[in-house]
């Protein structure tokens, strides 16, 4: 196990090329599966999520190689094998192969899946959605058992506007018989990404990116290239850091559009940015204005970028409020940035920033993927170094997060935790 140590107090300037999309990624994969001859994906992100998905293909039959950002599958002599624990259990997206596995073999059991706690996130609409399709659901011993003879095209209203629920019931509804229509579904740009890939391979969908997607499912897909968008929330991370800590940094490989509600908040704040074509400048600020934010779902203000924004916070004139909608439970990191000086008091579903005030470096554990985010904007703001432990949340998200840090000249290293830290870890 390794913790992360950062030197804070260094300005950082230069430039920072994004990632491919993880929230993406962790669909696009398992969507390999419907295909029956080879599928490329381009740009895909060097994160563990990825790495896990393809040892899942791998375990139910398929061949799977990961180089240069680039994966190809060869999904044709794949089989419905029950993936009940293991790396199922390792990420909250494996419940993709539910919809992939389904829509292809007409059954799968999958383990419950696991990533990041962050309070209640059932899958309900999921499984209301497969039902609808013809599927008969049961929960056996922490496994879901996804059993149909055949699927059937419906209408399917979503009583809860959900990212994972929309893409799981394309993935199932491209090889259902008839046509499927998805109403009150998510419209977030890794939607439309997921349904270019499945319209790649012969898929005939209508409407991604609106609230209402029509499906007229088809016998067969076939493999093809396909290009991942750009990650907005690593894209907002950095944005992020650069209005904290920066003296002029230009984010490289972003989809500027897909990052409006953030680019408000921070011009809000007094963050000068400036949009091209498939980059932002983030400009030196000076002096930064209290905003209130609340997360709301796309195009509103991200709920992952929420913890971010709240180590930025620590620096703005005045109270800040810190609303999610999203997720109420995601307030874990607010007891680490206290530990760093922050005067912040959670109430309900807010976070309350009092601010301006100087961190400071200390020992910190990253509970979730975003908290770790935050954490690590937090100890480039702090005084003295700051080490977080918790790094594989961090690594299910961020590529080569300290090579482009030091890239921008901070000052951050991994080292091997000690036997002693990590009983104290297995003990905490």
Request: charged share 25%; glycine share 10%.
């Given at each position: 196990?390794?913790?992360?140590?950062?030197?804070?107090?260094?300005?950082?300037?230069?430039?920072?090329?994004?990632?491919?999309?993880?929230?993406?990624?962790?669909?696009?994969?398992?969507?390999?599966?419907?295909?029956?001859?080879?599928?490329?994906?381009e740009g895909l992100p060097?994160?563990?999520?990825?790495?896990?998905?393809?040892?899942?293909?791998?375990?139910?039959?398929?061949?799977?190689?990961?180089?240069?950002?680039?994966?190809?599958?060869?999904?044709?002599?794949?089989?419905?094998?029950?993936?009940?624990?293991?790396?199922?259990?390792?990420?909250?997206?494996?419940?993709?192969?539910?919809?992939?596995?389904?829509?292809?073999?007409?059954?799968?059991?999958?383990?419950?899946?696991?990533?990041?706690?962050?309070?209640?996130?059932?899958?309900?609409?999921?499984?209301?959605?497969?039902?609808?399709?013809?599927?008969?659901?049961?929960?056996?011993?922490?496994?879901?058992?996804?059993?149909?003879?055949?699927?059937?095209?419906?209408?399917?209203?979503?009583?809860?506007?959900?990212?994972?629920?929309?893409?799981?019931?394309?993935?199932?509804?491209?090889?259902?018989?008839?046509?499927?229509?998805?109403?009150?579904?998510?419209?977030?740009?890794?939607?439309?990404?997921?349904?270019?890939?499945?319209?790649?391979?012969?898929?005939?969908?209508?409407?991604?990116?609106?609230?209402?997607?029509?499906?007229?499912?088809?016998?067969?897909?076939?493999?093809?290239?396909?290009?991942?968008?750009?990650?907005?929330?690593?894209?907002?991370?950095?944005?992020?850091?650069?209005?904290?800590?920066?003296?002029?940094?230009?984010?490289?490989?972003?989809?500027p559009l897909h990052l409006?509600?953030?680019?408000?908040?921070?011009?809000?704040?007094?963050?000068?940015?400036?949009?091209?074509?498939?980059?932002?400048?983030?400009?030196?600020?000076?002096?930064?204005?209290?905003?209130?934010?609340?997360?709301?779902?796309?195009?509103?203000?991200?709920?992952?970028?929420?913890?971010?924004?709240?180590?930025?916070?620590?620096?703005?004139?005045?109270?800040?409020?810190?609303?999610?909608?999203?997720?109420?439970?995601?307030?874990?990191?607010?007891?680490?940035?206290?530990?760093?000086?922050?005067?912040?008091?959670?109430?309900?579903?807010?976070?309350?920033?009092?601010?301006?005030?100087?961190?400071?470096?200390?020992?910190?554990?990253?509970?979730?993927?975003?908290?770790?985010?935050?954490?690590?904007?937090?100890?480039?703001?702090?005084?003295?170094?700051?080490?977080?432990?918790?790094?594989?949340?961090?690594?299910?998200?961020?590529?080569?997060?300290?090579?482009?840090?030091?890239?921008?000249?901070?000052?951050?290293?991994?080292?091997?935790?000690?036997?002693?830290?990590q009983e104290q870890m297995?003990?905490?």
């Amino acid at each position: 196990m390794e913790k992360l140590k950062i030197a804070g107090g260094y300005p950082l300037k230069g430039t920072v090329r994004i990632s491919g999309a993880k929230n993406s990624a962790v669909a696009l994969i398992p969507a390999t599966i419907l295909a029956e001859s080879p599928v490329s994906i381009e740009g895909l992100p060097d994160i563990s999520d990825v790495h896990i998905l393809k040892d899942l293909l791998q375990e139910i039959g398929g061949t799977a190689t990961f180089s240069e950002n680039e994966m190809t599958v060869d999904p044709s002599s794949m089989i419905s094998m029950p993936l009940p624990n293991g790396k199922v259990k390792k990420l909250r997206a494996s419940y993709y192969l539910m919809g992939a596995m389904l829509g292809r073999f007409k059954k799968a059991v999958i383990g419950l899946p696991g990533g990041c706690h962050l309070g209640p996130r059932p899958i309900d609409q999921h499984i209301k959605g497969f039902e609808a399709l013809g599927a008969k659901i049961t929960n056996e011993q922490g496994a879901i058992y996804l059993r149909a003879d055949e699927l059937r095209g419906a209408r399917i209203y979503l009583d809860v506007v959900s990212v994972g629920a929309t893409i799981n019931i394309m993935l199932a509804a491209v090889r259902a018989k008839g046509r499927t229509i998805i109403e009150n579904a998510a419209k977030e740009p890794e939607i439309i990404d997921v349904a270019t890939l499945l319209s790649n391979m012969g898929a005939k969908i209508k409407g991604a990116g609106t609230d209402v997607i029509r499906i007229d499912g088809v016998d067969k897909l076939h493999g093809c290239r396909h290009t991942i968008i750009p990650d907005r929330i690593e894209a907002g991370t950095y944005m992020i850091l650069a209005a904290a800590v920066g003296e002029g940094i230009l984010i490289d490989n972003v989809i500027p559009l897909h990052l409006e509600s953030l680019i408000a908040k921070l011009k809000e704040m007094g963050v000068p940015i400036q949009n091209k074509d498939d980059q932002v400048y983030v400009g030196p600020a000076k002096d930064f204005k209290a905003v209130d934010i609340k997360t709301l779902v796309y195009p509103g203000f991200p709920t992952d970028l929420q913890q971010p924004f709240t180590s930025l916070l620590t620096k703005a004139e005045g109270s800040s409020v810190v609303t999610d909608t999203i997720y109420g439970a995601r307030f874990k990191h607010i007891d680490e940035l206290r530990r760093m000086n922050a005067t912040i008091k959670v109430e309900g579903r807010s976070a309350i920033v009092n601010g301006p005030v100087q961190l400071q470096g200390a020992k910190v554990k990253a509970s979730d993927l975003r908290a770790g985010a935050a954490l690590v904007i937090a100890g480039l703001i702090a005084e003295g170094v700051t080490e977080i432990t918790g790094l594989e949340h961090i690594d299910r998200g961020y590529s080569h997060l300290v090579e482009k840090l030091n890239g921008l000249g901070a000052t951050a290293w991994r080292e091997e935790m000690t036997k002693e830290e990590q009983e104290q870890m297995k003990n905490a």
